[in-house]
């Protein structure tokens, strides 16, 4: 049997110009609600497309009136089937208190798992460069990290001259964009089902530790803290949770123990890395400054004692942030 | 299997089909993305200039984060307000969409853009591009993780059957029990096969259209015979216009 085509078209024009309308709405203004009324007739136009597709797809064979009604039928089937939340108007301070924090603790597994990589990359970092001095620049990339800790500190503070004078601010976006990349790089490195990640987060402790164990060896104890304290303590939170996002991608990728298919693994998660990366990318924001405009400056300029009291106020601020923000008493969330 | 088309069965069990775009036309596509960049880039670069005449410090801050703002956020912004589209996929009438024909979420956005970091590795997009070309959907590695396909948008507009329906006289119309029965014998491919040939028209060389026509007329000629009158001074197009007519509009 073939379908009056002229005939069809005709009968049913008027309700796919009405879907379309509907449609065009819908996308226009994704805020909008529709009344009970609106969603019945939306429901019964898209009905009747659906079935419209059908009967030309199986009594018709002509491509032009199929396509439009393709495009038709997957529009309004996005609309209708969609079973996740819409997006809504940006809100900035309750995505800030509440979502960020509580996606953080949805998946602490995946941090600590972040954590146990780095800290296993600081213990070699520092055993190497306590056992073999000499490797010191293989293990450290830096060229300003070379030399003796106890020169460079003699030479921070004996300086009398402001080295970042004229373009800390430039130092600092440099700060901000670098480590944001790196931190990017890190979560989508997770797509090699975690391999990449884990070097990564593997590969900065190494540094860390690297640094930390030649400036202690060298006595110089608390000009590394106050060096490292004010940003540190959120640069490398900002890393690990970048490390964080990354794992979360590897083991939705892996869904080992999982019977969910490899689509809804990576759906159900793909909010979450992008909440994550965000977090991440304010971290940095604030690191970057705080480097620029504090770390960098050491005794007699900065007190140690004021920058690793500073650090220490942030650290506690930050991890009280992150576990108790927008926790729900009800369900601790 | 490496499929050129996306079929995305509803629960209602109607089909609907999308064509996937190649690895090529979106290689082509993220060209002019990326020349799109180069502009607003240097657009930047003109504005900051000036700024350095105030303070050089501020000057190089701003084009360091307008410069990561700007390369980052091209293609997250683009894709969210155009729903799937950046410049260059507009140009090439690409499009994202959800694998399962979902609406486009901004995670999903996000997601698919950060993870160019990977897909641009080592140089040009070759890990993207070799993933993409291996993929059955032609996904790259950042689609995979957000869901998404890109397929080709073509501009969708009602088919317009005046031409090959037109009220005229048709001559076949005077034997109606034949005219049942070639309904009854054309199957539907056959009978679009007509109908393209006639909204087709104007893009064959004349002497291949005088060919084609000539051999689908012969053709359903054959499939049912019409008395002498009804085929007499009846040029093979007619005949076929004849034959769509009668096909595809049961009344008068």
Not at chain 1, 127 to 154: E, G, N, Q, T, Y
Not at chain 2, 82 to 90: P, S
Not at chain 2, 168 to 191: D, G
């Amino acid at each position: 049997m073939i379908i009056d085509l002229q005939k069809f078209i005709t009968n049913e024009r008027p309700v796919w110009a009405e879907l379309e309308t509907m449609l065009n709405r819908l996308e226009a203004e994704p805020d909008g609600r529709l009344t009970l009324a609106q969603v019945q007739r939306f429901h019964q136009l898209y009905e009747r497309t659906a079935a419209d597709l059908a009967r030309i797809t199986t009594y018709s064979s002509e491509p032009e009136t199929r396509r439009f009604l393709e495009n038709l039928v997957a529009r309004a089937y996005g609309e209708i089937h969609e079973t996740r939340e819409k997006r809504r108007r940006l809100q900035p301070l309750r995505w800030f208190f509440q979502t960020w924090p509580q996606t953080f603790r949805k998946h602490i597994r995946a941090f600590y798992f972040s954590l146990a990589i780095t800290i296993a990359g600081c213990v070699f970092g520092g055993l190497a460069i306590a056992f073999d001095p000499d490797a010191k620049p293989v293990l450290m990339p830096f060229s300003h990290l070379l030399d003796d800790p106890a020169k460079r500190v003699a030479d921070e503070e004996n300086s009398t001259n402001d080295r970042l004078e004229g373009h800390k601010t430039s130092f600092s976006a440099e700060l901000m964009t670098h480590n944001t990349q790196v931190s990017i790089f890190t979560l989508a490195l997770g797509m090699t089902w975690g391999v990449g990640t884990i070097i990564m987060l593997f590969y900065n402790g190494v540094i860390l530790g690297a640094v930390a164990v030649d400036y202690i060896r060298a006595g110089q104890t608390k000009f590394l803290l106050g060096w490292l304290m004010p940003h540190g303590v959120i640069e490398i939170p900002a890393i690990l949770i970048a490390g964080q996002a990354g794992l979360l991608l590897a083991f939705a990728l892996i869904g080992h123990g999982r019977r969910t298919p490899f689509r809804t693994r990576l759906r159900e998660i793909s909010g979450d890395i992008a909440t994550l990366i965000f977090g991440v990318g304010l971290m940095l924001m604030w690191a970057g400054f705080i480097e620029a405009f504090l770390s960098q400056y050491h005794e007699p300029v900065i007190p140690y004692s004021a920058k690793i009291a500073f650090g220490c106020v942030e650290l506690v601020l930050f991890f009280l942030f992150l576990a108790k923000s927008g926790k729900n008493k009800n369900s601790g969330a | 299997m490496k499929t050129s088309t996306l079929n995305i069965r509803t629960p209602e069990g109607i089909v609907f089909s999308q064509v996937l775009a190649g690895p090529i036309a979106r290689f082509m596509a993220c060209f002019i993305d990326q020349l799109c960049i180069q502009v607003v880039l240097t657009l930047l670069g003109l504005v900051i200039s000036l700024l350095a005449l105030v303070s050089f410090n501020f000057a190089v801050a701003f084009y360091v984060i307008g410069y990561f703002i700007v390369s980052i956020g091209y293609g997250i912004l683009f894709e969210w307000s155009w729903r799937g589209q950046t410049v260059g996929k507009r140009l090439l009438r690409l499009r994202v969409m959800d694998v399962e024909g979902m609406r486009l979420q901004f995670n999903q956005i996000v997601v698919r853009n950060l993870l160019r970091f990977v897909d641009a590795l080592p140089a040009f997009y070759f890990v993207g591009g070799v993933t993409c070309w291996l993929n059955s959907k032609c996904q790259r590695l950042g689609d995979i993780a957000a869901n998404t396909v890109v397929v080709r948008h073509p501009r969708i507009a009602e088919p317009d059957l005046d031409q090959v329906l037109a009220g005229k006289f048709n001559s076949l119309r005077q034997f109606p029990h034949l005219v049942a029965r070639l309904r009854q014998n054309v199957t539907p491919v056959e009978a679009d096969l007509a109908l393209q040939s006639l909204l087709r028209r104007e893009e064959f060389d004349p002497v291949a259209r005088v060919e084609l026509f000539g051999e689908l007329a012969g053709h359903f000629r054959a499939k049912v015979e019409f008395p002498a009158e009804a085929n007499d001074g009846v040029a093979d197009e007619q005949f076929l216009r004849n034959v769509v007519d009668v096909i595809y509009r049961t009344k008068t």
